[in-house]
């Protein structure tokens, strides 16, 4: 089980994570976890530039390795990249310290593979204990999330992925997507949707704001 829209009682008790962007404005926040993926991250690239759409992409450190072309697309295309750690780590079964190194490889080797420094992270699952983001928030905003898809859900069809963001998509709405193998069936019918529907709406589509110092050389407390 899993929310559909993140209630404002979790919000406020987490208030320290960024879940919904504050404006007045009719934008939303795109976001893309789990790439990049061949020919679905550039499908996506594809289809956010016909609606002129910016978005983050919530990248593994290990597929950015194997796929360095197409991080580098991402970029030239105007969107902003964020670390979903190295390995796709369970913040919530994984030590602190093996955690806070797993992400900080995945920011050097998003650096390392594009020249990209991050400025946003995003806990695989979204589970992250307190210590672990304690010392992830001097230099990074920890992003979660005010819409899910439902997108990774196997029992979900991509129509109703879209009728739940549709559902409850506000302005400043943080809208979760993935740009996954796993996520393709659901994900190709709910985004073309998404994107036409909100635009129709009068929403444009922006990357996250940067709340936090970008430093070109990150310094945790692992010990």
Wanted: aromatic residues 12%; positive net charge.
């Amino acid at each position: 089980m899993y929310l559909r829209r993140i209630p404002k009682l979790i919000q406020s008790y987490y208030s320290g994570y960024l879940w919904r962007v504050k404006t007045k404005e009719k934008i939303a926040y795109l976001t893309f976890d789990d790439g990049p993926t061949p020919e679905i991250t550039d499908w996506v690239l594809n289809l956010l530039k016909q609606y002129e759409a910016k978005a983050t992409f919530f990248l593994v450190g290990e597929n950015v390795k194997q796929y360095p072309d197409i991080v580098h697309r991402v970029i030239d295309c105007g969107h902003f990249l964020g670390s979903h750690t190295q390995t796709h780590l369970n913040g919530w079964k994984t030590e602190t310290k093996v955690y806070l190194k797993d992400f900080l490889q995945s920011c050097q080797t998003i650096n390392e593979y594009s020249g990209f420094q991050t400025a946003h992270f995003r806990p695989p699952y979204g589970k992250i204990t307190r210590a672990q983001a304690r010392s992830i928030l001097p230099t990074h905003e920890i992003v979660m999330m005010d819409v899910i898809s439902g997108d990774f859900d196997l029992n979900m069809k991509g129509k109703d992925c879209f009728k739940y963001v549709k559902k409850h998509v506000r302005k400043g709405s943080i809208i979760l997507f993935h740009d996954s193998i796993k996520a393709w069936p659901r994900l190709e019918i709910a985004l073309p949707k998404t994107l036409e529907y909100l635009s129709e709406q009068g929403y444009r589509f922006e990357t996250l704001p940067v709340n936090r110092e970008v430093k070109q050389k990150l310094e945790l407390p692992i010990a």
